[in-house]
């Protein structure tokens, strides 16, 4: 995820930047969604929802495979899912069309 602040780049999910998590931890009431979510350990997907999880988000994780992140579950399809504030996509462009409509459907705030 690139967060965009002011003149700075920054890149939240993937815990390098303290700041970043310091500034945007407070947003613990705006339930994330992660599309594309890896059960790899070192895919930024799954850096993602760790630290997510981690800065006591409410967070779902979509993926190609069942599993566990951490104590997240990662699951598959598309799950009616209500009150999503962030979908955070982590898939290439070709993959992305079959998600569009699903991701209109839920009505979130932001798209990353």
Known sequence: MIIVAGSKTLRCCFGKYNTCRKRYSTNMNK???????????????NICVKTLASDLFPVTAI???????????VILGF??????HTVTLYL????????????LKLNPVRVI
């Open 31 to 45: 339930p994330t969604l992660v599309i594309g979510a890896s059960l790899k350990d070192y895919r930024y997907s």
């Open 79 to 84: 799950p009616e899912l209500k009150s999503i």
């Open 92 to 103: 290439g462009p070709k993959n992305q069309k079959s998600w569009y409509d699903y991701i």
């Open 63 to 73: 993926g190609l495979r069942e599993g566990m992140i951490d104590e997240t579950p």
